[in-house]
């Protein structure tokens, strides 16, 4: 396939739909403990409570943002230039790197020299950096070293959402500000089942977690762009969309647009999972643009090197493909080292086999050489390259069920506790690790999978597709497993790698991307709620507040999606008044359940807390008051 | 609200969307023990396995079907006339009821005799009928006499999906006949949480848990147009669609089509919660049009009534209107009887205080007079009527919560406690009763919710509406309360009320309607998957089958939205032959990981067993064979 024309590297432009600022949203920057620490957060401003609800200030609230410079209208965007380079100087500072001549692989000097590629070629000037000889620049390597990086302050700070200062602003909104703090700011404690969250997210706490590998921030010294981030079972749950063109469709233009777009939404992670022709320069674009960190699977590449042959695969190839992508800046690879020899014959008592592209190729490369795969025999290799860049594994799980038939079989747990013990060898190099996971899994063996990985991985992050919970709904798996998703996510899994709606059929497209990062929004943060992550409520608490006060607007700007809230109301009433009505087109005017606690309430206050407590009992009060004085449910048009 | 011209009374056509039969579908009848016991089911024709995966036949898949003669080209269908009464000889026979002269309600007397009506009115010809004096003709009152009725024989048959057939067939359908039956019908146990799910569902077992009031067959004697189903946690999770106008919107055409449409897409009950001005006649268009059982909310009409001023409210009128939507057929009441005086206050201190129309319709009246509501105080007089028609309780939660703030507070709690006690008063008069359920719970609460239901209602089937996991998805609240569905069902909840992307914002059309069912068929098959119920895995495996061996027409086919899946599929590659093709398009024709599981299986063929058990010892065999006979994974085009 040809890349859109409009992304040849002259005439590249941004996606406008991605740059507009989401509704009374601004984007606001948290400075941590030196300047150049500024942490991005969307802040969304809401409306006063009407004075026939009981007139009160609603400050503005914080939500996690993704989305980078693309929604901040103070910042130039040129796809053609790339994104600024925040981190540039906490790597430099470091002074444990070196910048390379050019690109060291065989592949990217190939590439960079070909001159036919000229017109697709990202056009950077900026030189590759590797770590110095016999230094390791993972954060992994930091922490255990008791350095707090820039890059953990910077998602210590983000995680926290700048929650202390919206209850701060409540308080100090007005008489009724002390409660309307303790309301707001209240939520359910939650069943985390063995998780450490704390009630604050420090910087300190970040460098413990990734010390013990129990979390990690994916962080490639050549993607300077990104806006760190965490991945580990003590922080909010985080979410993947996968992109990537096939041979059968897509170019490198709806690609990057499909970045840009799946971030909007916030998506916390992308991984290029492309296969077509144009996969290196396909990449550099889409990691210049992005501020988010980015994963591939560099087998697939590495396959496209030995023109689809299987077996023509060598350790050598393979090499020379993780150097040409570290050096690219992309932040985690998955790797299926753990598909054994003695895994493979188990598949074929399976439904479905082996459904991981990645796990079928070293399957096949396994069987045809008889021998273990170079990713297993070369996996100490594998690591020294990933702690010159800081490249984190995302291992495979290349014997994922494919079905729920398969789920939980002796062949993916088999290549789990594999994945453990490849986990300890990374760790002895102070390498970070995540391990994948399923897949198709019924709800019931979801929590197997969640505490088995917790055992025979340390603890090290989780990060699932899915699960898909039955698999009789093609064309709705996002749903199928944001079910199961929400649910892994709860027992321990640190991200969820998102499923569209085209799952099984065909590739995303746009309005797929927003779906299935919209569905794994609700997800995770639904396991977050359930987790008893603190601050997690602060956001439904906000939103219900809104909609019970008729808030219409800030309804719409709390939610996940204000265009499509805004949408689905205006379909029935779709007039301006409508936004301040106290109703809805569900019960109409004359009707709505919403206003009866308005006059409970009313009811409590002009009765005063004695008479609600003989209520309570059930003794006898007065009630002409409520009769005489309550105002009506029902509405005069 | 004018009603949609086509469905005034002597023009009025089926939607025609709604009786197209699906794809590769014919709709069977299974016979019971007597020639009018004939339980339809729809039988799913699958193609061959390919030679190249291993030629196998692959029988017809029987799914249930709720879509009624709409989708049976052998139906004549006329929505004037309504739907066949395969019910009423049953009833007849049993010789407990009598045909009334006409409606006795006064207002179902002044509907028939208000000649403006003439033109909207449906033209039933049949009179209503009530138990003779003295008789209770509910399901639960002939179960604990030990009688199995006809109803309970449809029932148990339709439960089993035909499923030993289906097995039956696969045993003869070849030398590999065994093997294949023993695979396609295997699952995994499931985890129940104590339900006492049998191997094979018979009519005595529907018999006794109808008598011991786990489970409810909603079945009016004034709807014999319903084809019988049942509601209990020890069968197969079933799904409410609500549908209904409002002042605001909608009219009785778009009501009816939208049943069609919901019941076409697998909706197994219908609430019509209709609040406009022709609920009456809107009502009966649905009820003789409808093969699923109906459940309204009186207390919504006997509003309308009062000129929607609550404090008016009477046990008169109310009764009244009990008895007229009894004699149309409506088959299950929710009746807010819970809503007790004590209990309204608690709701002041809530996030979103009452959020149920019902709800706040008694809350407002019991503080208006300051006493238990009549609902409350009639309760046995209401039994009396429910008996008298076979009308069932749904028990509702006007308190339930509407924010995760307000999950499990003590004014649902309490509530919840109240209906178990008026449970067992309805068992009293034998009277069938399940039990309505939240909500907005965060999901480590959706267990605890479940486990006082059980306990508390005395295992009274749970019927909840989703419930919602979080409150900041609004446009997506399929989706918050999908994840919640799924799990309420598999902890016990016997029927789930969807939720369609409209909840808060608006009215659904047939688009929110058709998302809200599938949403919801998804929550209870894998809520039944995880419980373990016999026989529920069968559609996943033929599904994951088909999907394994690229029949894709099949995989369309047997899944939940064929258009969807196919539409899906061909926006990438339109072809016809891609249908037939061995790769898709995420992967394109030159990589697929489904065909390496083909060649590992050729692969254990030729070698045979003891080189495969050589393999799992990781012992050295031969791999030359391998490299030579394996077929390609990478197709040539």
């Not at 979410?239 to 970045?259: D, F, L, P, Q, Y």
Request: proline residues 5%.
């Amino acid at each position: 396939m040809n890349a859109n024309p409009k992304f040849l590297s002259a005439t590249a432009t941004v996606d406008e739909a991605a740059i507009q600022p989401l509704p009374n949203s601004t984007k606001v920057y948290i400075q941590g403990s030196r300047p150049d620490i500024r942490v991005p957060m969307r802040k969304i401003t809401q409306s006063d409570t009407a004075a026939s609800f009981g007139f009160e200030k609603n400050p503005a609230i914080y939500v996690y943002d993704t989305s980078g410079p693309y929604t901040d209208p103070e910042a130039k965007i040129d796809i053609r230039s790339g994104l600024d380079t925040p981190r540039l100087p906490w790597i430099l500072e470091r002074k444990d790197t070196e910048e390379l001549a050019g690109p060291t692989s065989e592949y990217g000097i190939e590439r960079l020299n070909d001159p036919k590629l000229a017109e697709l070629r990202f056009n950077l000037h900026r030189k590759p950096r590797r770590a110095l000889a016999g230094k390791n620049v993972s954060q992994m390597h930091y922490a255990r070293q008791g350095i707090i990086t820039p890059e953990m302050e910077y998602v210590a700070i983000r995680e926290n959402m700048n929650r202390r200062a919206y209850l701060e602003e409540l308080k100090q909104s007005g008489p009724k500000g002390e409660k309307l703090a303790e309301l707001m700011g209240r939520q359910h404690p939650g069943q985390s089942f063995g998780a450490s969250i704390p009630q604050e997210i420090t910087a300190e706490f970040v460098r413990s977690e990734i010390a013990r590998g129990r979390a990690i921030i994916p962080a490639n010294i050549n993607h300077p762009e990104i806006e760190p981030m965490i991945i580990g079972r003590n922080f909010l749950v985080k979410i993947n969309a996968n992109i990537g063109n096939s041979a059968v469709t897509s170019s490198i233009g709806e690609e990057v647009e499909k970045m840009t777009w799946a971030i909007r939404w916030g998506g916390d992670n992308v991984m290029d999972l492309s296969t077509g022709k144009h996969i290196h320069e396909t990449r550099e674009w889409i990691i210049r643009n992005s501020p988010v960190p980015i994963g591939t699977v560099p087998i697939y590449q590495a396959l496209e090197k030995v023109n689809g042959k299987a077996e023509d695969l060598t350790w050598e190839i393979f090499r020379d493909t993780l150097i040409e992508q570290a050096e690219q800046g992309v932040d985690y690879f998955t790797i299926h080292a753990g598909v054994l020899l003695r895994y493979v014959p188990m598949t074929a008592k399976r439904m479905t086999g082996i459904v991981s592209r990645g796990g079928s190729i070293m399957a096949k490369w396994c069987l045809a050489h008889h021998k273990e795969s170079f990713l297993y025999e070369h996996f100490e290799d594998i690591c020294e390259i990933m702690k010159a860049y800081d490249v984190s594994f995302s291992l495979g799980d290349g014997l994922r069920p494919g079905s729920i038939y398969d789920a939980n079989d002796e062949a993916q747990l088999g290549e789990l506790k594999t994945l453990g013990e490849l986990t300890q060898i990374a760790w002895k190099h102070d390498v970070q690790v995540m391990i994948e996971g399923p897949g198709h899994v019924p709800m019931h063996l979801i929590k197997e999978n969640m505490d088995l990985q917790l055992e025979q991985c340390h603890e090290a992050p989780f990060y699932t597709l899915g699960p898909l919970t039955t698999d009789i709904a093609p064309g709705y798996d996002h749903i199928t497993s944001g079910i199961g998703a929400a649910q892994i996510g709860w027992y321990g899994t640190a991200m969820l790698c998102y499923v569209t709606p085209k799952e099984h059929l065909g590739l995303p497209n746009k309005v797929d991307v927003k779906d299935g990062i919209i569905t794994y929004k609700i997800a995770a943060h639904a396991a977050d709620l359930a987790k008893g992550h603190i601050g997690a409520q602060i956001r439904d608490n906000a939103l219900s507040k809104a909609r019970f006060e008729f808030r219409w607007d800030d309804q719409f700007n709390i939610g996940l999606d204000p265009d499509k809230a805004r949408e689905f109301h205006d379909e029935t009433l779709p007039k301006d008044s409508a936004k301040v009505a106290h109703f809805c087109s569900m019960c109409g005017p004359h009707f709505c359940s919403m206003k009866i606690t308005q006059e409970v309430r009313e009811y409590a206050a002009q009765q005063g807390i004695t008479e609600i407590q003989a209520l309570k009992k059930g003794m006898e009060v007065k009630s002409i008051e409520f009769v005489k004085s309550g105002s009506e449910i029902y509405q005069k048009q």
